[in-house]
Protein backbone atom coordinates (compact mmCIF):
# COMPACT_ATOMS: atom_id res chain seq x y z
CA UNK A 1 0.00 0.00 0.00
CA UNK A 2 1.40 3.80 -1.09
CA UNK A 3 1.90 5.92 1.65
CA UNK A 4 2.93 9.33 1.54
CA UNK A 5 5.81 10.12 2.29
CA UNK A 6 4.79 13.80 3.23
CA UNK A 7 1.96 12.82 5.81
CA UNK A 8 0.04 9.76 7.36
CA UNK A 9 -2.38 9.64 3.92
CA UNK A 10 -2.72 6.23 2.40
CA UNK A 11 -4.42 5.02 -0.37
CA UNK A 12 -7.29 4.46 1.71
CA UNK A 13 -7.43 7.72 2.60
CA UNK A 14 -6.26 9.60 -0.28
CA UNK A 15 -5.06 9.98 -4.26
CA UNK A 16 -1.04 9.31 -4.51
CA UNK A 17 0.89 10.13 -7.27
CA UNK A 18 4.22 9.09 -7.20
CA UNK A 19 6.54 12.51 -7.60
CA UNK A 20 10.17 12.56 -8.60
CA UNK A 21 10.46 8.87 -7.02
CA UNK A 22 8.53 9.72 -3.56
CA UNK A 23 4.95 8.98 -3.27
CA UNK A 24 2.98 12.61 -2.48
CA UNK A 25 -0.81 12.51 -1.94
CA UNK A 26 -2.79 15.06 -3.34
CA UNK A 27 -3.26 17.10 -0.74
CA UNK A 28 0.08 17.52 0.32
CA UNK A 29 0.67 18.34 -3.69
CA UNK A 30 -1.69 20.89 -3.20
CA UNK A 31 0.58 22.46 -0.02
CA UNK A 32 3.93 22.31 -1.57
CA UNK A 33 2.39 24.65 -4.85
CA UNK A 34 0.64 26.94 -2.17
CA UNK A 35 2.52 26.63 1.46
CA UNK A 36 0.97 28.06 4.67
CA UNK A 37 3.52 30.82 5.61
CA UNK A 38 3.58 30.12 9.64
CA UNK A 39 5.11 33.44 10.28
CA UNK A 40 2.63 35.50 8.66
CA UNK A 41 -0.23 33.89 9.97
CA UNK A 42 1.19 33.81 13.58
CA UNK A 43 1.83 37.76 12.79
CA UNK A 44 -1.77 38.81 11.50
CA UNK A 45 -3.11 36.61 14.62
CA UNK A 46 -1.07 38.78 16.76
CA UNK A 47 -2.38 41.92 15.13
CA UNK A 48 -5.80 40.78 15.51
CA UNK A 49 -6.16 39.92 18.84
CA UNK A 50 -4.13 43.96 20.06
CA UNK A 51 -7.99 45.20 19.24
CA UNK A 52 -9.81 42.83 20.94
CA UNK A 53 -11.31 43.74 24.34
CA UNK A 54 -14.35 41.51 25.40
CA UNK A 55 -14.69 38.02 24.07
CA UNK A 56 -15.94 34.34 24.76
CA UNK A 57 -13.67 31.15 24.83
CA UNK A 58 -15.35 28.61 23.33
CA UNK A 59 -14.38 26.23 26.21
CA UNK A 60 -14.83 22.38 26.23
CA UNK A 61 -12.83 21.47 28.80
CA UNK A 62 -10.59 19.70 26.39
CA UNK A 63 -6.78 20.44 25.91
CA UNK A 64 -6.65 22.66 23.11
CA UNK A 65 -9.70 24.79 24.63
CA UNK A 66 -7.69 25.30 27.95
CA UNK A 67 -4.85 26.46 26.21
CA UNK A 68 -6.81 28.87 24.12
CA UNK A 69 -8.16 30.48 27.61
CA UNK A 70 -4.22 30.68 29.20
CA UNK A 71 -3.36 32.48 25.89
CA UNK A 72 -6.00 34.65 26.08
CA UNK A 73 -5.67 35.82 29.53
CA UNK A 74 -2.08 35.05 30.04
CA UNK A 75 -0.07 35.95 26.81
CA UNK A 76 -3.24 38.49 25.20
CA UNK A 77 -4.60 39.84 28.13
CA UNK A 78 -7.62 40.33 26.66
CA UNK A 79 -9.23 42.74 29.40
CA UNK A 80 -12.89 41.21 29.47
CA UNK A 81 -13.36 36.88 28.79
CA UNK A 82 -15.79 34.35 29.51
CA UNK A 83 -15.03 30.88 29.22
CA UNK A 84 -18.74 29.32 27.86
CA UNK A 85 -18.74 25.64 27.75
CA UNK A 86 -21.70 23.84 25.95
CA UNK A 87 -22.49 20.30 27.73
CA UNK A 88 -23.48 17.91 24.92
CA UNK A 89 -24.80 15.36 26.87
CA UNK A 90 -22.12 13.06 26.50
CA UNK A 91 -19.57 15.17 28.01
CA UNK A 92 -16.70 13.44 30.61
CA UNK A 93 -17.61 14.55 34.07
CA UNK A 94 -13.52 15.15 34.01
CA UNK A 95 -13.81 17.28 31.53
CA UNK A 96 -16.25 19.71 32.63
CA UNK A 97 -14.26 19.23 36.32
CA UNK A 98 -11.01 20.32 34.29
CA UNK A 99 -12.81 23.20 32.74
CA UNK A 100 -13.72 24.43 36.02
CA UNK A 101 -10.70 24.25 37.86
CA UNK A 102 -9.48 26.09 35.38
CA UNK A 103 -11.20 28.91 35.27
CA UNK A 104 -11.06 29.19 38.44
CA UNK A 105 -7.03 29.23 38.53
CA UNK A 106 -7.13 31.96 36.14
CA UNK A 107 -9.79 33.86 37.57
CA UNK A 108 -12.15 33.80 33.92
CA UNK A 109 -16.01 33.47 34.82
CA UNK A 110 -17.07 30.27 33.49
CA UNK A 111 -20.64 29.29 32.42
CA UNK A 112 -21.51 26.00 31.81
CA UNK A 113 -24.80 25.52 29.23
CA UNK A 114 -26.22 22.00 28.48
CA UNK A 115 -28.16 20.59 25.49
CA UNK A 116 -29.11 17.74 24.43
CA UNK A 117 -27.35 16.71 21.26
CA UNK A 118 -28.50 12.83 21.01
CA UNK A 119 -30.19 13.39 17.86
CA UNK A 120 -26.87 13.76 16.13
CA UNK A 121 -24.76 10.96 18.01
CA UNK A 122 -27.39 8.64 17.82
CA UNK A 123 -27.44 9.14 13.91
CA UNK A 124 -24.11 8.96 13.98
CA UNK A 125 -23.72 5.57 15.98
CA UNK A 126 -26.23 3.43 14.03
CA UNK A 127 -24.63 5.05 10.44
CA UNK A 128 -20.82 4.31 11.36
CA UNK A 129 -20.08 8.18 10.57
CA UNK A 130 -18.16 10.26 12.47
CA UNK A 131 -20.32 12.64 14.93
CA UNK A 132 -18.20 15.78 14.41
CA UNK A 133 -18.99 17.86 11.89
CA UNK A 134 -22.63 18.31 12.77
CA UNK A 135 -21.51 18.74 16.84
CA UNK A 136 -19.07 21.06 15.62
CA UNK A 137 -21.55 23.45 13.21
CA UNK A 138 -24.72 22.87 16.11
CA UNK A 139 -22.03 24.43 18.56
CA UNK A 140 -20.55 27.08 16.84
CA UNK A 141 -24.26 28.31 16.24
CA UNK A 142 -25.29 28.05 19.97
CA UNK A 143 -21.93 30.11 20.93
CA UNK A 144 -22.61 32.72 17.81
CA UNK A 145 -26.01 33.47 19.09
CA UNK A 146 -24.67 33.46 22.70
CA UNK A 147 -21.92 36.02 21.69
CA UNK A 148 -24.19 38.00 20.00
CA UNK A 149 -27.15 38.25 22.93
CA UNK A 150 -24.16 39.41 25.11
CA UNK A 151 -22.81 42.17 23.32
CA UNK A 152 -19.55 40.63 22.32
CA UNK A 153 -17.84 40.13 18.66
CA UNK A 154 -15.65 37.80 19.17
CA UNK A 155 -15.34 33.87 19.65
CA UNK A 156 -11.68 32.59 20.19
CA UNK A 157 -11.32 28.52 19.48
CA UNK A 158 -8.70 26.00 19.95
CA UNK A 159 -8.46 25.02 17.08
CA UNK A 160 -4.30 24.58 15.56
CA UNK A 161 -5.48 24.49 11.73
CA UNK A 162 -6.12 28.35 10.64
CA UNK A 163 -8.94 28.90 8.00
CA UNK A 164 -7.05 28.06 4.93
CA UNK A 165 -4.24 30.90 4.73
CA UNK A 166 -6.24 33.19 7.51
CA UNK A 167 -6.20 32.65 11.50
CA UNK A 168 -9.93 33.89 11.63
CA UNK A 169 -12.99 34.00 9.93
CA UNK A 170 -16.11 36.26 9.99
CA UNK A 171 -20.04 35.14 10.77
CA UNK A 172 -22.56 36.36 10.36
CA UNK A 173 -24.07 39.20 12.94
CA UNK A 174 -21.14 40.52 13.24
CA UNK A 175 -19.09 38.10 14.95
CA UNK A 176 -16.00 37.09 14.40
CA UNK A 177 -14.28 33.46 15.08
CA UNK A 178 -10.46 33.37 16.04
CA UNK A 179 -8.52 30.22 16.03
CA UNK A 180 -5.93 31.00 18.57
CA UNK A 181 -3.95 28.19 18.54
CA UNK A 182 -3.46 28.38 14.80
CA UNK A 183 -0.48 26.47 13.61
CA UNK A 184 1.00 25.79 17.14
CA UNK A 185 2.62 22.80 17.75
CA UNK A 186 1.78 19.94 19.84
CA UNK A 187 4.62 20.46 22.17
CA UNK A 188 4.41 24.36 22.46
CA UNK A 189 0.51 23.44 23.58
CA UNK A 190 2.07 20.80 25.91
CA UNK A 191 4.22 22.75 27.41
CA UNK A 192 1.25 25.52 28.09
CA UNK A 193 -0.46 22.19 29.93
CA UNK A 194 2.27 21.83 32.16
CA UNK A 195 1.91 25.26 33.79
CA UNK A 196 -1.78 24.59 34.35
CA UNK A 197 -3.73 22.13 37.31
CA UNK A 198 -5.16 20.06 34.06
CA UNK A 199 -5.60 16.29 34.26
CA UNK A 200 -5.71 13.74 31.15
CA UNK A 201 -8.90 11.81 31.59
CA UNK A 202 -8.52 8.33 30.10
CA UNK A 203 -10.64 8.05 27.22
CA UNK A 204 -9.85 6.54 23.64
CA UNK A 205 -9.25 8.38 20.41
CA UNK A 206 -7.39 11.30 20.95
CA UNK A 207 -9.75 13.41 22.78
CA UNK A 208 -9.92 14.76 26.59
CA UNK A 209 -13.44 15.47 26.98
CA UNK A 210 -15.69 13.34 24.93
CA UNK A 211 -17.48 9.81 25.63
CA UNK A 212 -19.05 9.47 22.06
CA UNK A 213 -15.71 10.08 19.98
CA UNK A 214 -14.26 6.89 21.21
CA UNK A 215 -17.32 4.32 20.48
CA UNK A 216 -18.11 6.32 16.60
CA UNK A 217 -14.15 5.65 16.10
CA UNK A 218 -14.37 2.14 16.80
CA UNK A 219 -17.81 1.80 14.67
CA UNK A 220 -16.15 3.67 12.05
CA UNK A 221 -12.88 1.60 12.07
CA UNK A 222 -15.30 -1.60 11.75
CA UNK A 223 -16.62 -0.23 8.87
CA UNK A 224 -14.01 1.57 6.61
CA UNK A 225 -10.81 0.51 8.26
CA UNK A 226 -9.26 3.68 9.38
CA UNK A 227 -10.08 6.67 11.04
CA UNK A 228 -12.16 9.05 10.55
CA UNK A 229 -9.57 11.93 11.44
CA UNK A 230 -7.33 11.13 9.03
CA UNK A 231 -7.30 14.16 7.18
CA UNK A 232 -6.88 16.64 9.94
CA UNK A 233 -4.33 14.60 11.66
CA UNK A 234 -2.29 14.54 8.16
CA UNK A 235 -2.32 18.50 8.35
CA UNK A 236 -1.18 18.19 11.38
CA UNK A 237 1.84 16.27 10.21
CA UNK A 238 2.06 18.19 7.27
CA UNK A 239 1.94 21.83 8.69
CA UNK A 240 4.89 20.39 11.33
CA UNK A 241 2.24 20.54 14.01
CA UNK A 242 2.54 16.77 14.95
CA UNK A 243 5.13 14.24 14.83
CA UNK A 244 4.27 11.14 12.17
CA UNK A 245 4.72 8.96 15.39
CA UNK A 246 2.36 10.49 17.51
CA UNK A 247 -0.24 10.85 14.55
CA UNK A 248 -0.12 7.08 14.04
CA UNK A 249 -0.60 6.47 17.04
CA UNK A 250 -3.60 8.89 17.41
CA UNK A 251 -5.02 6.85 14.57
CA UNK A 252 -4.92 3.34 15.46
CA UNK A 253 -8.14 1.65 15.92
CA UNK A 254 -9.03 2.82 19.90
CA UNK A 255 -10.77 0.05 21.90
CA UNK A 256 -13.72 1.41 23.93
CA UNK A 257 -14.38 -0.07 27.37
CA UNK A 258 -17.11 -1.75 28.26
CA UNK A 259 -18.10 0.93 30.69
CA UNK A 260 -18.07 4.08 28.56
CA UNK A 261 -20.13 1.73 25.80
CA UNK A 262 -22.61 1.27 29.02
CA UNK A 263 -23.09 5.07 29.02
CA UNK A 264 -23.63 5.52 25.31
CA UNK A 265 -25.90 3.02 25.36
CA UNK A 266 -28.28 4.00 28.08
CA UNK A 267 -28.41 7.56 26.96
CA UNK A 268 -28.97 6.98 23.14
CA UNK A 269 -30.87 3.54 23.94
CA UNK A 270 -28.53 1.84 21.34
CA UNK A 271 -26.76 -2.00 21.56
CA UNK A 272 -22.87 -1.66 22.61
CA UNK A 273 -21.15 -3.54 19.73
Not at 53 to 80: C, F, M, Q, T
Not at 83 to 111: S, T
Not at 119 to 124: G, L, M, S, T, V
Not at 147 to 160: C, D, L, P, V
Request: proline share 5%; aromatic share 8%.
Amino acid sequence: MLKCSLCVHDERTAKIDIINGKPICRECQVYLKHPIDREKVRNELEELMSGVNRAIIAYSGGKDSVVALYLAKEVYKVPELEAVMIDHGLMAKEAIENARRIAEHLEVPFRLLRYDYSDIFREALLKAQSPCRACSKRTMEKLRKYTAKNGYQYIITGHELPFGHHPYRRMSGGITQIRLLSMMTEEERFEILRRLPFEFPELPGYTTNCLVLGPALQLYWEKHGHSFEQRRIAALVRYGLMSRERAERELERPEVPKWQWEVIKRKLGLNAP
